[in-house]
T-cell receptor, first 120, second 114 residues
Framework: GAVVSQHPSWVICKSGTSVKIECRSL??????MFWYRQFPKQSLMLMAT?????????EQGVEKDKFLINHASLTLSTLTVTSAHPEDSSFYIC????????????????FGAGTRLSVL | AQKITQTQPGMFVQEKEAVTLDCTYD???????LFWYKQPSSGEMIFLIY??????QNATEGRYSLNFQKARKSANLVISASQLGDSAMYFC???????????FGKGTRLHILP
């Protein structure tokens, strides 16, 4: 299957600092990437859809100024948690959909390994 | 509204036995895709199997098979000959024909006992 690399896998930061998480598709081009947040023992919650060369589409309730998304190339999307606070501590995971026929429910999303963010 | 329901929060299964993880879904779409993902304790989401709503045959991938019953709107995952490494969280998910959003169920935590 396709490989999605996410970095870093674990980050600890002080309150008020910003943290950048990278999501790369290694062996395919991804016009669309997704960012999820997962609380302990819960399912994935979609935060935003990242489209190459355009602004991200945020889900309702997600602060776009706090969670900055940049999809600068067909293989890289970044999520920056600005002015992080302890309540932002969570597991963040990205996924990527390969470029192709969009009219197909089989466009599989491949996931990165996730980033565990701890804000002190 | 589209919804995925996984009614088993946790399951314990003896090694080498087969296991069925339940998943039902609700959608008014005629065309959609169903997925199963595995999430081990490391956190990564591993794609296991896909079933299209118009696929006539149940999907199979190695030890994984999807028991698709469209009229009942169920898409149960069957793991044959379970192994210790199958212990993980399993998520059922659905994607409509149009659009990129995937809807996930709440997951089932599977424990394989030696």
């Amino acid at each position: 299957g396709a490989v999605v690399s996410q970095h870093p896998s674990w980050v600890i930061c002080k309150s008020g600092t910003s943290v950048k998480i990278e999501c790369r598709s290694l062996d395919f081009q991804a016009t669309t990437m997704f960012w999820y947040r997962q609380f302990p023992k819960q399912s994935l919650m979609l935060m935003a859809t990242s489209n190459e060369g355009s602004k991200a589409t945020y889900e309702q309730g997600v602060e776009k100024d706090k969670f900055l998304i940049n999809h600068a190339s067909l293989t890289l999307s970044t999520l920056t948690v600005t002015s992080a606070h302890p309540e932002d501590s969570s597991f963040y995971i990205c996924s990527a959909r390969a470029t192709g026929n969009p009219v197909s429910s089989k466009n599989i999303q491949y996931f990165g390994a996730g980033t565990r963010l701890s804000v002190l | 509204a589209q919804k995925i329901t996984q009614t088993q929060p946790g399951m314990f299964v003896q090694e080498k036995e087969a296991v069925t993880l339940d998943c039902t879904y609700d959608t008014s779409d005629q065309s959609y895709g169903l997925f199963w993902y595995k999430q081990p304790s490391s956190g990564e989401m591993i794609f296991l199997i896909y079933q299209g709503s118009y696929d006539e045959q149940n999907a199979t991938e190695g030890r994984y098979s999807l028991n698709f019953q469209k009229a009942r709107k169920s898409a149960n995952l069957v793991i044959s000959a379970s192994q210790l490494g199958d212990s993980a969280m399993y998520f059922c998910a659905m994607r409509p024909l149009i659009g990129d959003k995937i809807i996930f169920g709440k997951g089932t935590r599977l424990h394989i006992l030696p």
